[in-house]
Nanobody
């Protein structure tokens, strides 16, 4: 069964940190480009960060220098380390995998508020 499961969301104060994890199953994980997207109500889903099978990373301008994406192929897991969080980072964060098909996780809520 193809599945992506995100964990690690929650409530954090501005300036704080969170680490999201996404565990993949049912796919050839090492061959997939993996991404993190986020979405707030009424807006389109936004690409936050991506990492290729060769570990090349890209980031949205809004998170560059604050977020770091990594992957552990031995655990079929990708991570998103989020530092210096801002209220505008509040969103549901989705894990996404792409090779010949698209695979999505169910999402995890991140809320940045004092």
């Amino acid at each position: 069964q193809v599945r992506l499961m995100e964990t690690g969301g929650g409530l954090v104060q501005p300036g704080g940190s969170l680490r999201l994890s996404c565990v993949a199953s049912g796919i050839t994980f090492t061959a997939y480009t993996m991404d993190w997207y986020r979405q707030v109500p009424g807006k389109e889903r936004e690409l936050v960060a991506s990492i290729t099978s060769g570990r090349t990373t890209k980031y949205a301008d809004s998170v560059q220098g604050r977020f770091t994406m990594s992957r552990d192929n031995t655990k079929s897991t990708v991570y998103l380390q989020m530092n210096n969080l801002k209220p505008e980072d509040t969103a549901v964060y989705y894990c996404h995998g792409k090779r010949y098909n698209d695979v999505w996780g169910q999402g995890t809520q991140v809320t940045v508020s004092s």
